[in-house]
């Protein structure tokens, strides 16, 4: 790796932090796919030991932003377009229209409260423009609801995948200047979950996972 400008984290920092200045390099293009990341060279950079930095890469791996590679040791690496249109998204719509629909008439009030919250979470972080609190909150929402659903087998699944829905949708999200959006899409879900009428619902879980699938493949909508 030749060394792109990271952030100096003071000398306690866990490996979240590590992490979240490492998606942010991934993100912003100062690590490009194939970069590889050194130990020694990111703890230099970022002020802290090699033991945060390796757990970071770990949990980036598990992610889908870091692989390892023979002789290399870890690189960054390129989310696949293909995976995401013929894996990632289908996967989701099978795992959420179930998981929407048998939670619709376990939600409680204050599940309800809860979902407003996050999605108020949102537009704050809109008006921040953070997208790493946006995602947070994003995932969050989706979470809730699958949680809610009481199927554990379909809850597991989904926190197999989530991960890479953050990474894509982490990846896309600086060519998506209205973050605002992202709020409104969840505020129209939480419409439809809140009315409970079930074929709307399940419109509504179809139209926001592929939103921005767009005519070149672009994917955004978490």
């Known amino acids: 790796m030749s060394g792109p400008s990271l952030p100096r984290l003071s000398s306690g920092s866990r490996s979240h932090q590590v ?9 912003n293009g100062d690590l490009s796919p194939g970069d590889r990341l050194l130990e020694t060279n990111l703890s230099a950079q970022l002020g802290t030991s090699n033991g945060p930095v390796r757990e970071a890469l770990r949990q980036l791996e598990a992610e889908g932003w870091v692989v390892s590679a023979p002789y290399r040791g870890s690189i960054v690496a390129d989310v696949s377009q293909e995976e995401i249109e013929e894996v ?5 719509v099978m795992i959420e229209r179930f998981a929407f629909r048998k939670a619709l008439p376990l939600l409680e009030e204050r599940d309800l ?6 999605v108020a ?15 947070d909150a994003d995932l969050q929402f989706h979470e809730l609801v699958i949680e809610r659903s009481g ?5 597991q699944l989904w926190r197999v995948i989530q991960p890479r829905v953050r990474a894509y949708f982490r990846r896309d999200a ?7 959006a992202i709020a409104d899409q969840h505020e129209s879900l939480l419409t439809a979950l809140t009315a409970g009428d079930e074929l709307a619902l ?3 879980v179809d139209a926001h996972i592929h939103l921005h699938l767009d005519a070149d493949g672009s994917a955004a909508a978490t």
């Not at 992490?19 to 993100?27: E, G, H, K, V, Y």
């Not at 990632?88 to 989701?92: D, G």
């Not at 600086?174 to 605002?180: F, Q, R, V």
Request: proline fraction near 4%; glycine fraction near 2%.
């Open 19 to 27: 992490a979240r200045a490492l998606r942010s390099a991934i993100t």
């Open 88 to 92: 990632l998204v289908p996967v989701r």
């Open 202 to 204: 399940l419109d509504a």
């Open 174 to 180: 600086p060519a998506h200047k209205n973050h605002y």
């Open 151 to 155: 199927h554990n087998h379909c809850l």
């Open 113 to 118: 409260v809860t979902l407003r919250g996050l």
């Open 121 to 135: 979470e949102m537009r704050a972080a809109a008006d921040a423009n953070d997208a790493d609190r946006l995602a």
